[in-house]
């Protein structure tokens, strides 16, 4: 009995997906502008509105390491390297300190790889340290706010708590020298210790012209309902999955793998790009790790994003309308996963995709070379350019000091 109705929802989805793919055909002239101040702040021009000073350090610090290993540029992190690059040649950059809004020190800090490519965090903390007592010596501005009008791109895992593990992320905290600055990070969650109020939430680095080459014509009807690709179980460190992605992913796994609604597997197979533009939903089982490429692909793609995160901070919250394109499930709602995807209206699709399908909003969550107005470069010069102007608090009095120097692990102390 449960096969023939498995069987009865496969042909009841599969007019529902060519009903979707005729929809799409006759709209597909249509795009629904964002209404609000979301739509409005996606198209903001960030020029004029800010200055930005940036540090002149030796190499060592960035392009020596990236000379070292060039994979850098193109991992998830690699948005640190190429938000240098960009700021060198923009309008916004200026080379009097004197009138800059902001400060930027160019510092790779996920750019030591092991030989399978994952960025090792164990030296970051001595770098950025090392890099912060350069300026402080070599340049007046830092010491008389202490950083906080500086701003770090630290994209690693858990942001510029600089460890890929939570629970000695957490342990570690948000490097002390960092406390007063702004920080542009991957890693967006609400109420926890590597996410520092203020910080400004960035998409992870995705490769533009690898998933520009692999577009299919938006008219391709939508025959797979979900989609997913990627790990359920961190074999080697948690092989229960209660853990990993707090238990999401290994959920998803256990309860839909044999659902024939659901394409989803380990395997990323030659067609992965072109799968993900045939879905109507791409599965974001982020867990605790919200820089996930998933979330980028899908919205480059066009399906809707089914984010399964709670207290999750989304890239550029304050002007992509991600309630309006995504789909919020809560983890401990993962086993009805199925029933609360099959009962969304098809109305309530129809303008998700509306939505996804807005040049604006894919803009925002990439970052060619060269820029493009809109891109995800310009969103984090908008999110600087918000902070402004900066008030008398930033700005410390004679004599005063309230970072500790020397606080953090002894390990961090040591000489970069």
């Known amino acids: 009995m449960k096969t023939l109705m498995w069987v009865f929802a496969v042909l009841l989805l599969s007019s529902f997906l060519f009903m979707i793919g005729a929809r799409e055909l006759d709209h597909s002239q249509q795009r629904e502008r964002i209404s609000g101040s979301a739509g409005d702040v996606l198209e903001d021009d960030p020029v004029g ?9 030796p190499s060592k610090y960035n392009k020596k390491i990236l000379q070292k290993d060039p994979r850098c540029l193109t991992h998830m992190f690699a948005a640190e390297i190429f938000m240098h690059r960009f700021l060198l040649s923009s309008p916004v950059r200026t080379l009097n300190p004197e009138e800059a809004d902001w400060f930027y020190t160019p510092v790779y800090t996920t750019c030591d790889l ?5 960025p090792l965090p ?10 912060i007592q350069l ?18 791109v630290t ?8 460890h890929y593990q939570e629970e000695k992320a957490i342990e570690r905290g948000i490097l002390p020298m960092l406390q007063r600055a702004t920080l542009v990070q991957t890693f967006g969650q609400q109420n926890h ?8 939430t960035i998409p992870p680095y995705a490769p533009p012209q690898k998933m520009q080459a692999h577009l299919i014509p938006p008219d391709i009807p939508r025959s797979i309902f979900v989609y997913f690709r990627g790990l359920f179980y961190d074999v080697g460190n948690d092989p229960e999955g209660g853990y ?5 992913r290994a959920a998803v796994w256990e309860n839909f793998k044999d659902n024939p609604l659901f394409d989803i597997s380990t395997e990323h197979p030659t067609t992965y790009y072109e799968d993900m533009q045939r879905a109507v939903f ?7 790790a919200p820089w996930s490429p998933r979330l980028v692909e899908g919205v480059i793609f066009g399906c809707i994003p089914v984010i399964i995160a709670d207290d999750i901070v989304l890239p550029f919250a304050d002007a992509i309308p991600w309630e309006d394109i995504g789909v919020f499930v809560a983890e401990k709602d993962v086993p009805n996963l199925d029933t609360i995807l099959t009962s969304i209206p098809l109305e309530v699709i129809l303008r998700k995709q509306r939505l996804l399908a807005n040049p604006s909003m894919k803009q925002a969550m990439l970052f060619p070379q060269p820029a493009q107005p809109g891109d995800a470069f310009h969103q984090i010069l908008n999110g600087l350019a918000r902070k402004l102007p900066h008030g008398r608090s930033v700005y410390l009095r004679p004599g005063e000091k309230t970072l500790n120097w020397t606080a953090g692990p002894v390990g961090d102390l040591k000489p970069w």
């Not at 001595?126 to 890099?131: N, W």
């Open 49 to 57: 509105r800010l200055k930005v000073f940036v540090y002149e350090l």
């Open 114 to 118: 092991t030989p399978n490519g994952l």
């Open 155 to 162: 994209p690693h895992d858990f942001g510029a708590c600089f």
């Open 193 to 200: 210790v590597c996410l520092k109020q203020g910080s400004i």
């Open 244 to 248: 990993y992605a707090r238990g999401a």
């Open 135 to 152: 300026i402080s010596s070599n340049w007046p501005y830092w010491n008389r706010t202490e950083g906080a009008d500086h701003f770090f």
């Open 122 to 131: 164990f030296k970051s903390p001595r770098m950025m340290r090392s890099a």
């Open 282 to 288: 791409c599965l974001c089982p982020l867990g605790w």
